[in-house]
């Protein structure tokens, strides 16, 4: 893939670093794709939820996973098997579970299969999630970590949800993001890490528009 043509760029962090406000600006700047991968493990959880499906299950596991649809649009609205579930995959129910279902081997083996397959199609691509710079894209021509201390992610996760109207508890937001960070760094399969290539941005004191500009820079340097 050409740099100056196709540039891929991969951006990894914990929950609440900012990560996809960040990814889709820097996407809309560079009129590349933007792919949000925590998105495809949400609508799997929501539908592990939906159908009560045991995730110790493999058999009814896979089986789901064969028969499932996940289609991402270009105004980012997420569709599970043909229904718009953007506002559904957000709710806590899912926050709540999507860790433990993403540790699962036959989960990821599948939206791994599905995100590589839209990257090697795609003209340009920004994505974000655990495991991309590790696993997604390896080869990507710029990696960057997100990360911010624990009270900064917990506070704009917070704020997030309250404009959307939903009203939850410091403590409870705190305590799932703490408990999310956990799972997602310590699973066996593909756990998030920083890869050794890649630029650490700590967002903690940054504004949004300080990361976004830091990353097109980074990235207009090496660009033709
Ligand atoms: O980015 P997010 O908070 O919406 O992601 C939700 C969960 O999905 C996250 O807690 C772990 C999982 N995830 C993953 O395991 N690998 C990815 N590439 C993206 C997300």
């Known amino acids: 893939m050409s740099i100056n043509n196709f540039p891929q760029i991969a951006i990894d962090g914990p929950a609440g670093a900012g990560k996809s406000t960040v990814a889709r600006e820097v996407a ?10 925590g998105a495809m493990y949400r609508a799997i959880t929501l539908k592990v939820i939906r159908n009560n499906i045991d995730i110790e299950d493999k ?9 499932t649809e996940i289609e ?5 609205r997420v569709f599970l098997d043909d229904e718009d ?11 709540a579970m999507v860790s433990p279902v993403s540790c699962i081997s036959l989960v990821r083996r599948r939206l791994v299969g599905i995100q590589q397959k839209i990257a090697s199609e795609s003209g340009g691509i920004i994505m974000e999630g655990r495991d991309i710079a590790s696993k997604v ?22 704020k997030e949800q309250l ?23 310590s699973r066996d399969d593909s756990p998030l890490t920083v890869v050794e290539d890649a630029i650490i941005i700590d967002t903690t004191d940054m504004s949004f528009e300080e990361v976004v500009n830091k990353i097109v820079k980074e990235v207009g340097v090496r660009l033709r």
């Not at 939850?168 to 997602?184: H, S």
């Open 85 to 95: 579930v953007t506002e559904a995959i957000r709710q806590p129910d899912v926050n």
């Open 137 to 158: 894209i390896p080869d990507a021509h710029f990696k960057f970590y997100l990360d911010a201390s624990l009270e900064e992610r917990s506070r704009r996760r917070l």
């Open 59 to 67: 058999q009814t596991l896979e089986e789901m996973l064969k028969n």
């Open 28 to 37: 809309r700047r560079l009129n590349i794709k933007y792919l949000d991968t």
């Open 163 to 185: 404009e959307k109207g939903m009203q939850l508890a410091e403590d409870k937001v705190t305590a799932d993001i703490a408990n999310r960070d956990k799972i997602d760094s």
């Open 72 to 76: 991402l649009d270009e105004e980012k």
